[in-house]
C-alpha cells in the first residue's frame, strides 16, 4: 500500500508544479509580450521559473506551447504538458495497477493552461 501510495504523491507533486510552471510561464509571457512564441518557450523549459523536477534536464519531457497577446491588454496563453511516462516509480506502479484491471489508475501526461493580460 505505502509503495503505491509513493507514485501518486509523485503524481500529485508533478500536477502542482506544473499549474505552476503554466501561470509562472504566463505571467511572464505577458510582461515580455516583445519575444517571440518561441523564445518564450524556451525560457518556461530552462527551469528559471519552476520546479527542478519537471524542468531537469533541459525541459527534456516538458511541452510548451505559447499563443501570443495579439494587442497590448489582449491575453497570452501558455500550455505546460509534462510527460510522467519516463518517470520509473509512476511506470512501476502504471504496470502494477495493470495487473489488477486499472491500466489508467495513474495519470503519465500532465496539462496545464493558463491566461493573463499583456502589459
Known amino acids: ?18 499549474s505552476h510552471l503554466a501561470s509562472a510561464g504566463a505571467r511572464y509571457a505577458a510582461i ?3 519575444q517571440s512564441a518561441g523564445q518564450l518557450s524556451t525560457y518556461i523549459k530552462s527551469g528559471a521559473l ?3 523536477t519537471i524542468t531537469g534536464g533541459g525541459g527534456a519531457n516538458l511541452t510548451v506551447s505559447v499563443v501570443p497577446a ?5 491575453p497570452v496563453t501558455v500550455t505546460v504538458t509534462y510527460d510522467l511516462s519516463s518517470n520509473v ?7 502494477m495497477f495493470a495487473l489488477v484491471g ?18
Open 1 to 18: 500500500l505505502i509503495y503505491m501510495s509513493i507514485p501518486l504523491a509523485v503524481v500529485g507533486q508533478s500536477g502542482l508544479a506544473v
Open 102 to 119: 486499472l491500466s489508467n489508475a495513474i495519470p503519465t501526461v500532465l496539462t496545464a493552461t493558463q491566461s493573463a493580460m499583456s502589459e
Open 70 to 74: 495579439s494587442d497590448f491588454g489582449q
Open 50 to 52: 519552476g520546479s527542478p
Open 32 to 34: 515580455h509580450s516583445d
Open 89 to 95: 516509480l509512476v511506470s512501476d506502479a502504471s504496470a
